[in-house]
């Protein structure tokens, strides 16, 4: 995806990438220390999956433009992240938490750079 972007939003789309992709990889990591193997789709992984692939294979032409709907993309992401911590189901594992976290601030310094409109 980062070729088909024009080169003014290449870097953001790159760094969205990767934050997602270090996302998953420490979920992934999380998980085998947990011992699940990370196969429920309505999982939070799965979501991250889900942009990952998402960014990597999105539209044919990205400029500008398509900012503001990354951002909702961010959001909706972000908005996942605040129901898995508020449920209360990771409670328990205090490394989750502090992973999760740690991931969903990292999305809101995203979220805050990337225009509203």
Do not use: C, F
């Amino acid at each position: 995806m980062t070729a088909r972007a024009e080169p003014e939003i290449q870097p953001v789309i790159l760094r969205l990438t990767e934050l997602h992709e270090r996302h998953a990889a420490e979920q992934e990591a999380e998980l085998a220390r947990l011992h699940d193997s990370g196969a429920d789709d309505s999982s939070l992984q799965g979501t991250v999956n889900v942009v990952v692939v998402t960014l990597r294979d999105w539209l044919t032409h990205l400029d500008s433009a398509v900012l503001p709907a990354v951002r909702q993309g961010e959001e909706a992401v972000r908005d996942e992240y605040d129901k898995t911590l508020q449920q209360g189901l990771i409670a328990g594992d205090g490394s989750v938490i502090e992973l999760l976290t740690s991931q969903r601030d990292a999305i809101n310094s995203e979220i805050a750079r990337l225009p509203e409109h």
